[in-house]
């Protein structure tokens, strides 16, 4: 029997962290009987209680590689992966990533010009170490890989996309009788606490009301949906903001990935707050506009070539820009659909190569 702990940031009944590991169930599950899979959250005081030696691979999946939080570096994720090197066991990255680094960072790696590392020369040895001997080590994105690159890692490194791109997108529609034969915008609002580009959610919130509302005019109905319970006050308070609300649905159902994609198959297009959202749209075929608040989105967006399409949120026209993405998307869909769908047919593939080589364990 081969022992698998996938270590991601679940339990907390977030849409987009637990479906990255639904995700990676329902490839696991290819692999047979003679491989067993176990979870646990990322946070130090769940992995702390793990016994490493119950496993013969470990994989990091959702979080972050490397944790920073208010300017300070956290490397407890990298110094668990090397204490499991150093016990023999394997290791791999399954389309993990780096977040919550200053805006200012995204230009500098644009430009390949060094940004200041986190850390001692003992951690870039051990992120060094950790990636060369993983078995495999796919990244969200290009930001993430740059970065990695910096610290020196030279070798055994893809950019392999989130693991949201294996939604399955043949998921049948859900009609949805309200919006039926209508223009419609799916809208995700929430809350990250304003841990956002510009520390101001309620200025976001008023920009992206005043566009929903001038959508409105354009004879487009709003559906506002929310992917955790945390988002619940935000999403109401957007909604009391917004005019002629017999043209707005609030839906706060928390609903699974697959009920979510069946659900945005019914939209024109979709604005999206959190970072999975734009997955679910992307797996629906259904154009998106993605609002920036943290490091992670940015990785995505220049994962797939779209930047065209993502709303800085520390941007001072927020409202404007929608709308003329919305132009936009309204008279390019056709190339813009295109290159979603090469885009999610290449990571697809990048994905489930390990599991082709049943996670390296034979």
Known sequence: ?????????????????ELMYELFKEQFATLGDSYKLDCVNIEHKYLKNVRIDDFDLIVLGGGSIINRKNHIVHPYIIDYLHQCLLLNKKIMMWGTGID?????????????????????????????????????AGVR?????????????????????????????????????????????GANWGTSFNNIYGQDEIKVENQLANALNQLIEKDYTIYLYTVWRSDYEAMERLY?????????????TLYSHNELLAII??????????????????????????????????????????????????DVDIDEQILRLEQDISSNSSPLLKKMNEARETYYQRLIEPFKNKLFLD
Not at 269 to 292: D, M
């Open 240 to 252: 009391s903001k917004l005019n002629k609300t017999e043209n707005v649905i609030l839906d706060k």
């Open 141 to 185: 994105g290009p930001l993430t890989f740059k970065i990695l690159k910096q610290y020196g890692v030279t070798d055994k490194l893809y950019i392999s996309g989130d693991s949201a791109f294996l939604l399955n997108h043949q998921v049948p529609q859900k009609i949805l009788p309200e919006i039926q034969g209508k223009k419609t915008v």
């Open 1 to 17: 029997m081969k022992k698998v702990l996938y270590i991601g940031w679940i339990g907390y009944k977030n849409l987009g962290d």
């Open 265 to 314: 198959k019914n939209f024109t297009f979709t604005i999206n707050f959190k970072l999975h959202p734009n997955y679910l749209s992307l797996a629906a075929n259904v154009p998106f506009i993605a609002l920036g608040y943290r490091f992670k989105v940015f990785d995505f967006i220049k994962s797939i070539d779209l930047e065209k399409y993502i709303i800085a949120t520390d």
């Open 100 to 136: 919550w680094l200053p805006k200012s960072y995204i230009q500098q790696l644009e430009r390949n010009d060094k940004i200041p590392l986190d850390g001692t020369d003992f951690l870039k040895f051990k992120v060094q170490k950790v990636f060369h001997e993983s078995v495999w």
